[in-house]
């Protein structure tokens, strides 16, 4: 299995507050990707990381921020929670070469109230 | 842009029995990587199998294979002898395989049931 950990794996937080979640790898990997599964809409891309203090966005954005100080960790910030973002947070990682799979975390459970 | 597409949202399997999932894939890439994914009910998303673009033959991964049809842009997964294990969601997903930003674009879903 391929070393992705993200923590926290629940989280219940209150609208307005900030969150973060962890995505932490030990495959030194260069793409590290976020995304969110919701009921009928599959797993959507928040945003990804192509290396080191390098990131761009996805589809689903807004109300989001990432950073990526180190190869092995991606962490998404949610800057004011709202109950739109309550969701499934997957952290995906793959290689730039060979066939670009990408393994996953575990998911993290995150839930505004 | 890419675009996957599955369009059956919820499907049925006698144990034993084959079962093939579709996916329609849209992409202007000339190379890409196409691969299925399974959810099971505790929430892991686990990688099944690999087509590459260029590559001649079906991919096939035990009890799971790959119908590649390049000129429909179809990826449907085969799963053999169907057991109740495999009750789970299945996704597919496209990467291109040069240039772009390797971003893997995933499908909507489609739930699996295998029936005793």
């Known amino acids: 299995d391929a070393g992705i950990t993200q923590s926290p794996r629940h989280k219940v937080t209150e609208t307005g507050t900030p969150v973060t979640l962890r995505c932490h790898q030990t495959?030194?990997?260069?793409?590290m990707y976020w995304y969110r599964q919701d009921p009928g809409h599959g797993l959507r891309l928040i945003h990804y990381s192509y290396g080191v203090k390098d990131t761009d966005k996805g589809e689903v954005s807004d109300g989001y921020s990432v950073s990526r100080s180190k190869t092995e960790d991606f962490l998404l910030t949610l800057e004011s929670a709202t109950s739109s973002q309550t969701s499934v947070y997957f952290c995906?990682?793959?290689?730039?070469?060979?066939?670009?799979?990408?393994?996953f975390g575990q998911g993290t459970r995150l839930t505004v109230v | 842009a890419q675009k996957i597409t599955q369009t059956q949202p919820g499907m049925f399997v006698q144990e034993k029995e084959a079962v093939t999932l579709d996916c329609t894939y849209d992409?202007?890439?000339?190379?890409?990587?196409l691969f299925w994914y399974k959810q099971p009910s505790s929430g892991e998303m686990i990688f099944l199998i690999y087509?590459?673009?260029?590559?001649?033959q079906n991919a096939t991964e035990g009890r799971y294979s790959l119908n590649f049809q390049k000129a429909r842009k179809s990826a449907n997964l085969v799963i053999s002898a169907s057991q109740l294990g495999d009750s789970a969601m299945y996704f597919c997903?496209?990467?291109?395989?040069?240039?772009?930003?390797?971003?893997?674009?995933f499908g909507r879903g489609t739930s699996l049931i295998v029936h005793p």
């Open positions: 495959e030194n990997h260069r793409y």
């Open positions: 997903a496209m990467v291109p395989k040069w240039g772009g930003s390797y971003i893997p674009t």
């Open positions: 995906a990682i793959s290689e730039s070469d060979r066939d670009r799979v990408a393994f």
């Open positions: 992409t202007s890439d000339q190379s890409y990587g």
């Open positions: 087509q590459g673009s260029y590559d001649e």
